[in-house]
C-alpha cells in the first residue's frame, strides 16, 4: 500500500474520474475525504462502498466554487484527520457552445468551477502543507482540451490552461516546502462528462483518432494520480502529465 | 517578561527550525537573507512560528513590511533609498539599525535590516520589554 495512512482531498469525488481516483488512493491505503455538490445518492453510495472494504473515507457536500466551501472543508479534514497530504482538484464542469454565443454565465461556470475552486482550494491546503507539514502533494485534473481544442470549448480549454499555468506557479513556490504540484492532463475518458460525444462520435474518435484504439477509462487516469500522489512521484513537480491513448498526437488512422 | 537572551534563544531555535540552518549559525548580526539564505517563502514562516513560540499576534506586515522591498518610487531615486523612503523606514522599522544603513542607502541593501537582532529587538517591544 503505497500511501498507508496518509490523509487525501479529492474534490468532484462522487463519479467519473473523481470516483476512480478516490478508489484508488483508498485501496493504497489513504484516508480520503472527497468532495461533491449534488450527487448525494452516488457520493453516499461510494462511500458507504469504500468504508465496507475496510476503508476511511468520508463524502462531504459542497460547491467548490464557493469561496467559503475550501477552507470549511479543509478545515473539516484537519480536525478530523489531523493532516492533508494528498489534494486532488478534479471537480470540473463543461458548458461547451460556439464562441461567438457564449455568454458571460456559461463563461464565468466554468472558470469559477474549473480554475477558481482550483485556487480556493490549493489555498485552504497551501498553510497546512507548506507551512505546517512541509510536504504535500497537489494533483490538478487539467484536460489535453487546454491545448488540443476542438470548436465548442473556449471556456473548458481557457480554464485548463490556466490550470496549467498556475500548477507551474504553484510548482515554484511550494517547491522549497517539500510540496510537488502537478496537473494530470485525461484525453477522451468514458465518464458522464463525455457522454454526449461519445453517443455521438466516440467510435470514430476511438478507431480513427486514438493511437491506443481506445477510450479512456476513469482508471486510466487514476493510475497516474497514484504515481504523483506516491514515493515514484517525489522529484516531479510542476508537469502537466497528458493521459490520452495518445489523441493529442494528432494522427489520424490511415 | 523574558530577558534578551531568553529571545535571543528562542528565535534562533526558530530561525533553526524555519531556515533549516545549524544552531551555530545563527547569531545576532546574521542577517536572514544573506547570512541564512531565506527566501520569500521563509519570512511568512519564521512570522507563523515566531507568533507560536512567543504567544503574539505578529499582524501583516508589522515585522517584515513588503512594500520597502518592492522598490516603490516615492522611497527610492537611482537605486538608493531618498529622505522620503529612509522616514519611511523609520516609522515602519522602529526598532532596525539604521545608522549604518543610511551611509549607503542602496536599495538591495534593505534586506540587509533583517537580521536575527532586528528580531529580538522588535520581540522585546512586542513582549513588554
Redesign the interface.
Known amino acids: 500500500m503505497l500511501l498507508k495512512d496518509q490523509v487525501a482531498l479529492v474534490t468532484g469525488g462522487s463519479r467519473g474520474i473523481g470516483k476512480a481516483i478516490v478508489q484508488a488512493l483508498a485501496r493504497e491505503g489513504a484516508k480520503v475525504a472527497f468532495v461533491y455538490k449534488g450527487s448525494k445518492e452516488a457520493a453516499e453510495s461510494l462511500e458507504a462502498e469504500l468504508v465496507a472494504a475496510g476503508g476511511t473515507v468520508k463524502a462531504l457536500q459542497g460547491d467548490v466554487s464557493d469561496p467559503q466551501t475550501a477552507q470549511t472543508l479543509v478545515s473539516r479534514v484537519l480536525a478530523d484527520w489531523g493532516r492533508v497530504d494528498i489534494l486532488v482538484n478534479n471537480a470540473g464542469v463543461i458548458r461547451d457552445g460556439l464562441f461567438v454565443r457564449m455568454d458571460a454565465a456559461n463563461w464565468k461556470a466554468v472558470l469559477d468551477t474549473n480554475l477558481d475552486g482550483t485556487f480556493y482550494f490549493c489555498r485552504a491546503a497551501a498553510e497546512q502543507m507548506a507551512l505546517k507539514q512541509r510536504s504535500g502533494r497537489i494533483i490538478n485534473v487539467s484536460s489535453v482540451a487546454a491545448d488540443h481544442v476542438n470548436a465548442g470549448q473556449a471556456n473548458y480549454a481557457a480554464s485548463k490552461g490556466a490550470v496549467n499555468a498556475f500548477t507551474r506557479a504553484l510548482a515554484v513556490e511550494l517547491g522549497s516546502r517539500n510540496v510537488t504540484v502537478n496537473a494530470v492532463a485525461p484525453g477522451f475518458i468514458e465518464t458522464d462528462m463525455s457522454e454526449a460525444v461519445r453517443n455521438k462520435a466516440g467510435d470514430f474518435i476511438a478507431k480513427k483518432l486514438v493511437p491506443l484504439r481506445r477510450l479512456g477509462k476513469p482508471e486510466d487516469i487514476a493510475g497516474v494520480v497514484v504515481f504523483l500522489a506516491g514515493p515514484a512521484g517525489a522529484y516531479m513537480t510542476g508537469q502537466v502529465l497528458t493521459v490520452d491513448g495518445g489523441l493529442s498526437l494528432g494522427a489520424v488512422t490511415a | 517578561m523574558p530577558s534578551e537572551q531568553e529571545i535571543f534563544e528562542k528565535v534562533r531555535t526558530t530561525l533553526v527550525d524555519a531556515l533549516n540552518v545549524d544552531e551555530d549559525e545563527v547569531t545576532l548580526a546574521s542577517r536572514l537573507r544573506g547570512d541564512l539564505n531565506a527566501?520569500s517563502?521563509?519570512f511568512?514562516?519564521i512570522v507563523?512560528r515566531l507568533e507560536k513560540q512567543f504567544g503574539v499576534k505578529i499582524p501583516r506586515e508589522e515585522l517584515f513590511p513588503e512594500a520597502i522591498f518592492s522598490g516603490d518610487p516615492s522611497f527610492v531615486t537611482d537605486g538608493k533609498v531618498n529622505a522620503a523612503g529612509l522616514k519611511e523606514l523609520q516609522e515602519k522599522l522602529p526598532f532596525a539599525n539604521l545608522a549604518e544603513f543610511a551611509k549607503d542607502p542602496r536599495i538591495e541593501k534593505v534586506e540587509d535590516l533583517f537580521t536575527v537582532e532586528f528580531i529580538v529587538s522588535y520581540l522585546k517591544r512586542k513582549t513588554g520589554g
Do not use: G, P
Open positions: 527566501e517563502i521563509d511568512l514562516d507563523f
